[in-house]
């Protein structure tokens, strides 16, 4: 049979075999050749290891990265040619090292890397699984897993180092949640090790959170994508988060305690090197920050803790251990919120300017929990050199529940702003309002199950073909059960008295799937595009998702790079954009308003058209390397479904009765501007309106009466934040750098809000404060283990890390939202909720 009739053939075998394996059935497995596993050190001149340095075959695609101690494991094909391999270790800043390899004798190898002091060359080094499909893509930002660690921040939360990027806003150190590019936090896909995590569906304030999914711990790369994602990622409207796992290649471990909680990891191999493990565990309460909320006191008793596992198994044969492996992510967390308020004190102006107090005094308990198991189970297999195929299942249940019994008593009074009198700052004329009482039985159930099947070929290193299908249940039971009324000196109007009561159930399938193609068109220019399709059985609609890419360097600028994304984006509505929460209103004989929440099963997916266009320019300053990106956008949004935001809730009006667009600007400069130590300055501007159907102002004469109506046409989205900056700085001192500082500072134009319920001013009121947060971090390695790899035996200490955290240095007034107080004469006082005051935390990291 002539050579390239054996070829093709070769080609459709595998092809088959793919199918195969996705449908569950036995398929033979194509001869590839033997493998050996390479493992070794990497380190600087100094001695200390060096993490993230990228080790590869020079010749062969893939590829590993090391880990925070410096090791690596890679599997390396025996050369046909007889020709020894040479394994290629690169970073940034460094000088790449070339090292043969003897595959009879199997090597440990200890490499270690001098500081680059020359002019920066275009090298690009290729991290683990990384092909053409992942280089040069528009709007992905990557991020060092060690700066997490080292970010000052309330929490310690992961989410927290996105807050310093472009285009990222997240007014509230208390959340974990993050909007991107005028969207809302229901609009970001994250992703594990490729699995798609969920988040809590009843939390409406942010003292209520956890922590974000991520363990900071276990993060061994990051990948960020603010728009214009390739097909291969899901089906949402504003950001993609990708997160992998570090893969260990020997053991280790830490231990991190702070004022508001711990963490604990432990990470280790096999003696054969076939199984690995990373195991963490968190654990936060949140009492010590709560405290410093400056409009409530009362005992606060907010914890939560997680626990996951990450397991991987080399199944392959001796002599290729990675060509099929299996791996496991689980995770469960446990949040038990409890609060027993007691007073509250806020001084606040009104619209004439006059400052103001509010005095409340609370009675009753206030409880929330929720409890979530998720899981995600991967077999990969290398058919050939060229084809890879991946079978995912993954699988979530969530267990809600949200306990209210509070009764509020509050009076006003105004504040003596005289600084001569006696009384300066007290308050004076003080008088009765009313009260306000809020009971709360909600339950809900979330189950989630999924099935995915990916492939992926490269037939040669300037292409890589994509695919992929999945096929998922959704399962949500939700009981609505609250009542609320406002008592203002004595009288309850009607319309004060409200309750919602319900018993929702939905059960839904989603099918999915996506191809796309990556090619070099020189190498100078890369392309990708694809499709995507999201099918969901509520409403029966069908989606479709075309996506492009294009990557172009010009040859007298090797170190410049043009970027170019435009793409269709749908995101099908899940559970929370279903529920309408002013449908089926009925009176009741007692003069209480009864809210019947529905599902609109009608609800069509919405869709977001993005135009994206950016540079990134990588140069040296100071013999030291730095790169500067910048992005344009704009993003026209079609069948809206509005939203009002309540602290952390979001209320949807579960109808597709608007458009939307937002445009902006991006930048980001990052480098070592202190030797050895990576530090960012981030800038986004942004513009977000959108137009809905049916909404109106009234029109005033000069008296004030009422004389017709118009059309508002483009208001404020409520994430129109105009301009946002973030800056990360990192520093050492010059003659010990183990003495850092850290500076984290977040600043952002304030926000649209307007009374809940009130149409009329909806997007064309009053804006929010800005927020303004300052955190700074110092550091002491107080000690370093002395002594080799070879003598380190498990368990040991390896260095201890102390820190001191100044958080929210500038004491700011940050405002997480506002409560709405009226009075009998029915004039509403938009009440601000503060966030947390200035406080110190200690920290402490024990590696072993």
Known sequence: MPHRYRRILAARLGWLTLCLMILGLPAAQAQQAARILVTGTVRDAAGQPLELVGVGIEGQPGGTSTDSRGRFALSVARPVSGRAPVLVARRLGFVAVRQPLDLDRGQELSLTLAADNQALKNVTVRGRNEDASTREQVSITRIDPRSVKELPSAFGDFNKILTTLPGVVANNELTSTYSVRGGNYDENLVYVNGIEVYRPFLITASQQEGLSFVNPDLVGKIEFSSGGWQPKYGDKLSSVLSIDYKKPAQFGGSATASLVGGTMHVEATSPNKRVSYLAGIRYKNASYVLR?????????????YDAQVYVTAALGPRDDRE?????????????????????????????????????VQYDGYERMQYDTYQSGLSLKHNFTSTLQGELLGGAMFSRELEYRDVEARYSFAEINRDPKSPDFNQAVRQRDVGSRFDNSRNYLTARVFNLEGRGRWTPGSRHSVRWGAKAGREQL?????????????????????????????LTSFRYQGYAQHTVELDSLQTLTYGVRANYWSVNGQLTISPRLQYSFTPRRHPNLSYKLATGVYYQPPFYRELRDQNSGTRATPQSVLVQQPTLNAELRAQRSLHFIAGTELRFRQWERPFKLSSEVYYKYLTDVIPYDVDNVRLRYFAKNNATAYAAGLDARVSGEFVKGSESWFSLGVLTTRENVAGDFTVLRNAQNDSIGFAEKGYIRRPADQRLNFGIFFQDQLPNNPTVKGYVNLVFGTGLPFSIPGNQELRGTSALTRSYKRVDLGFSKILFVANRSEAARRPGQLESLWLGLEILNVLDANNVAG??????????TYAVPNYLSQRIINLRAIARF
């Open 818 to 827: 506002y409560s709405y107080v009226q009075d009998v004469n029915g004039r």
């Open 323 to 359: 060509r099929t492996s299996l791996s496991l992510l689980t995770s469960v967390a446990h949040n038990d919120y409890r609060l027993t308020p007691e007073s509250g004190q806020v001084t606040f102006s009104t619209a004439t300017n006059q400052v103001s107090r509010l005095f």
């Open 292 to 304: 410093s909320l400056r409009a409530q006191r009362g005992d606060y008793n907010p914890t939560f």
């Open 477 to 505: 039971q939700d009981q609505l059960n609250e009542y609320s009324f406002a008592d203002s000196a004595g009288f309850v109007p009607d319309y004060r008295r409200t309750r919602l009561l319900t018993d929702l159930d």
